[in-house]
């Protein structure tokens, strides 16, 4: 394996685990499986792209795209697909998180993860979906909304948040 090849598998492993502080502690230990139909990297530009059924898995990781790009120095991956889907076990005691999007943005030094078109995040029975759900890594702060496009025969989508009642039966006594 050439230098540039394990500056690269370095270089993913450390993009895909860094913005997962939630995930399993075995998911930063699992080797990152990258599959494509192609793939192209550059080294001047740290520019690297799959393409065509991309799938990703790193433990409880997974990242489906027909396009996946990664840009070094910036830090930042996209993802894009009809939709393009992540899912992640945050941990062992937790339903996985399922999320799905057309683009699925994330900018590590920005500590900004964007789901925008088709937007859909779910955890167990809590469900919110919108045009565009923005998450601010550090903040924890979520911001969902619908993308206007002007054009009234397309109208937006409206955000929907499900939140799934308590468990009342603990606080019942017999």
Do not use: C, W
């Not at 030094?109 to 890594?137: C, F, M, P, W």
């Amino acid at each position: 394996m050439s230098i540039p090849s394990i500056s690269l598998i370095l270089f993913t492993s450390i993009l895909l685990v860094a913005p997962y502080s939630y995930a399993l502690p075995s998911d930063q230990q699992q080797p990152i499986e990258i599959f494509s139909n192609s793939a192209k990297h550059d080294n001047k530009t740290g520019q690297s792209s799959y393409l065509g059924d991309v799938i990703i898995h790193q433990g409880s990781i997974k990242l489906e795209a027909d396009r996946v790009n990664i840009q070094r120095e910036t830090a930042v991956v996209e993802a894009t697909g009809l939709p393009a889907y992540f899912q992640q076990q945050p941990d062992a005691d937790q339903a996985p998180i399922k999320a799905h999007a057309n683009t699925i943005y994330y900018a590590r030094d920005k500590g900004l993860i964007e789901l925008n078109g088709n937007a859909s995040i779910k955890q167990g029975d809590t469900l919110i979906t919108g045009d565009r759900i923005v998450y601010h890594v550090e903040q924890q702060t979520l911001d969902a909304g619908s993308a206007h496009t002007g054009d009234e025969k397309t109208p937006a989508q409206r955000v929907r948040v499900v939140i799934p009642p308590q468990n009342t039966t603990e606080n019942k006594k017999p």
